[in-house]
């Protein structure tokens, strides 16, 4: 799923091509992507785009008259921009937003069609689609503080609940907690001050970071390539290969149809989280330590 970093760039990309331009033409390949009867989206044509703004994980375009379209990705939604005259989109259509500078396409992969529009009037409404955390760039540590252990919850849940902190998910809560060397399953509740701290530098700096690589790699293009698996990533969706810090195989816990990756020796402090499956499968055969891991490996060789 896109997060901040990624919506971020996408935002920024958009701003620089649709401000100002008139909205002419609406095509939903998807019918259940429009969630609201009104306003009715054709209300829109005709209207020129005004602003862009981020709602957590979602984006929001301000058009006249206070209407706005508010567009969630969800995991499988990608945007894809075409010049006018330039050949459409093919493939998973969900959405067609024509332009006078050109044509949005909103694809979406797989079955699953997760994604959502939403047509709305006026700030208020459009208030009700931000899910409320914390905009994490701009929050002091005290600010931080106060969201995070506000309720007592493991690290990952946490950081990618949308009600707690703004834009952060999977991918990037794993980068964060590898930066911040804390555990995933650490109860908030139960961390100190210096732990904490930490946290807080990690999220900033990770998501900026993350910010500033994603705009130095679309340069004056549209991102065509947002995914949640990314060269240059410490240990998410890096199961098995080494860790950048410490060369310690990056571990994993899966649950659905997610998983964390960690380094049990920069966060865990050498122990292996257990997975729920592998571990009620295994049992007592469960490696308990990175060095038991580790053993058992080359005793397989």
């Excluded at 019918?31 to 957590?56: K, N, Q, Y």
């Excluded at 009600?163 to 399953?185: F, K, M």
């Excluded at 199961?239 to 990056?250: H, I, L, N, Q, R």
Aim: aromatic fraction near 6%; proline fraction near 4%.
């Amino acid at each position: 799923m896109p997060e901040l970093p990624d919506i971020t760039v996408y935002i920024e990309a958009l701003r620089e091509r649709l401000v100002d331009q008139r909205l002419r033409q609406v095509e939903l390949k998807n019918p259940f992507l429009l969630r609201t009867v009104s306003p009715s989206i054709d209300e829109l044509v005709g209207r020129r785009v005004r602003s862009f703004e981020r709602l957590g994980k979602r984006i929001a375009i301000g058009f006249d008259e206070d209407l706005w379209l508010v567009l969630h990705l969800m995991i499988a939604g990608r945007l894809q921009w075409r010049s006018a005259g330039v050949r459409r989109v093919q493939g998973r259509t969900a959405a067609v937003f024509e332009f006078e500078s050109g044509t949005l396409f909103l694809t979406e992969a797989g079955t699953k069609k997760r994604a959502s529009l939403h047509a709305v009037r006026g700030r208020a409404d459009l208030r009700g689609h931000d899910p409320g955390g914390i905009d994490v760039l701009a929050a002091s540590f005290g600010e931080f503080r106060t969201a995070v252990t506000r309720e007592n919850h493991t690290l990952k849940r946490a950081l990618t609940d949308p009600t707690i902190l703004s834009g952060v998910g999977n991918a990037y809560s794993d980068e964060i907690l590898h930066r911040a060397r804390l555990s995933p399953v650490a109860l908030t509740g139960r961390l100190a001050d210096e732990e904490l701290e930490r946290l807080h530098v990690a999220v900033q700096a990770t998501l900026r970071d993350w910010v500033a690589r994603l705009r130095a790699e679309r340069g004056a293009e549209f991102p065509e390539h947002v995914t949640a698996f990314r060269e240059g990533m410490a240990v998410h969706g890096r199961y098995g290969k080494p860790c950048p810090v410490c060369g310690t195989a990056v571990q994993r816990i899966r649950y659905a149809s997610n998983e964390t990756n960690y380094c049990p020796r920069c966060q865990t402090g050498g122990k292996l989280l257990a997975d729920r499956s592998l571990s009620r499968l295994l049992k007592r055969d469960w490696p308990r330590t990175v060095e038991e891991l580790e053993k058992r490996r080359g005793e397989r060789r």
